[in-house]
Nanobody
Framework: QLQLLESGGGVVQAGTSLRLSCTAS????????VSWFRQAPGKDREFVAS????????QYSDSVKGRFTISRDDVRSTVYLQMNDLKSEDTSVYYC????????????????????????WGQGTQVTVSS
């Protein structure tokens, strides 16, 4: 069982930066791929960024590519989302999600972009960008 706790959200001005953290409690965190998703009011939850279980592979949505960076520190059981040049359209609740890299009988998954693939969710943290 893995528990995920996001932190670092807040209210910021457009063009500034924010760093979100997702800290896990539970065993074998280094065996999980981790993704960030976000959901704005009235919209579906959407993929933001993903990092593989060893941190060697990352993937980003087109809307954040070049502005956001995902990274992980397995010693601290934490995944970060560095968000630069924030825009009003980045305003959302941001969720951390984890998926075990290898499920029984399946090949290793390095990154994941679908909420259907999630094993564990965090509770979310609000990011509001004012223009």
């Amino acid at each position: 069982q893995l528990q995920l706790l996001e932190s670092g959200g807040g209210v910021v001005q457009a063009g500034t930066s924010l760093r979100l953290s997702c800290t896990a409690s539970g065993p074998y965190f280094s065996s999980y791929a981790v993704s960030w998703f976000r959901q704005a009011p009235g919209k579906d939850r959407e993929f933001v960024a993903s990092i593989s279980y060893r941190g060697s592979t990352t993937q980003y949505s087109d809307s954040v590519k070049g502005r956001f960076t995902i990274s992980r520190d397995d010693v601290r059981s934490t995944v970060y989302l560095q968000m630069n040049d924030l825009k009003s359209e980045d305003t959302s609740v941001y969720y951390c999600a984890a998926r075990v890299a290898r499920r029984r009988g399946q090949t290793i998954v390095l990154v994941f972009t679908s909420s259907d693939d999630v094993d564990y969710w965090g509770q979310g943290t609000q990011v509001t960008v004012s223009s």
